[in-house]
């Protein structure tokens, strides 16, 4: 005999709204940021193995690629704390309508682009 109840919904039928964008984004910044810390405390530890170690690392991130992970690191560190406001600010009971949760996601999106851009341009002494 079959079994006649109905499968839990997948992902490919539920529609994609703002806050299930920030949610999953949030989740993969959060590892990221993870990884990141990590890069950075080795980053920093190679000082005191001395230059010739430090140096290696300093060419990697003079390199294209490495200022476009240090950039994307920055844009995942804006939107992790944009995020985590947001989170803090609905533990504490507020902003569960749908039409602040939309606003507060995109605030979250922009916000965290916009951010990345200052600091960028604070960090080449342009603003």
Request: aromatic content about 10%; glycine content about 8%.
């Amino acid at each position: 005999m079959k079994n006649k109840k109905p499968l839990s919904p997948h992902i490919q039928v539920y529609k994609w709204h703002i806050s299930s964008l920030v949610s999953i984004s949030h989740r993969i910044t959060g590892i990221i940021n993870i990884i990141g810390i990590t890069l950075i405390c080795l980053w920093a530890s190679l000082l005191l193995l001395g230059e010739n170690s430090y140096e290696a690392v300093n060419l990697l991130l003079n390199s294209q690629i490495g200022k476009f992970i240090t950039l994307g690191l920055t844009w995942s560190f804006c939107f992790q704390i944009l995020s985590e406001i947001r989170h803090l600010i609905m533990d504490l009971g507020y902003g569960f309508e749908l039409k602040t949760t939309k606003i507060t996601g995109l605030l979250v999106i922009i916000g965290s682009i916009f951010l990345t851009i200052i600091l960028y341009l604070i960090g080449k002494n342009l603003f």
